[in-house]
């Protein structure tokens, strides 16, 4: 007589996007959402760090040394050093078991 045949669990993939913050020791991630469409998960990386990039450019005019000049403190003080924060959008590829 034959025996049952164990199934074998489907592997699903899905991709993870999020983003790296803070400097050494108070490092951290932030997971934005997850998808199964590598292409969106590419899209959004790179739209999230062109972005990055033209507000890090737009707040030089603000800062000396990465230090936000007097005149400046009070308005956008506060956005300048969240998004100074941020290093870089990521994706990664998640497997688990259907």
């Known amino acids: 007589m034959g025996s049952n045949p164990i ?3 489907k592997i699903k993939v899905m991709y993870i996007v999020g983003y790296y913050g803070g400097y050494s020791i108070d490092s951290y991630t932030r ?4 998808t ?3 292409t969106l998960a590419i899209e959004y990386v790179n739209k999230f760090n062109r972005i990055l990039e033209k507000w890090k450019n ?3 005019k603000y800062t000396e040394d990465g230090i ?7 308005t956008p003080a506060f956005r300048y050093y969240q998004i ?3 290093t870089e959008c990521f994706y990664q590829k ?5």
Not at 68 to 74: L, R, T
Not at 94 to 98: A, F, H, N, S
């Open 84 to 86: 100074e924060n941020i």
């Open 36 to 38: 199964d469409n590598e």
């Open 58 to 60: 737009h707040f030089v």
């Open 68 to 74: 936000m000049k007097k005149e400046f403190i009070d």
């Open 7 to 9: 199934p074998t669990a």
């Open 94 to 98: 998640i497997e688990y078991r259907k």
């Open 31 to 34: 997971y934005l959402f997850v």
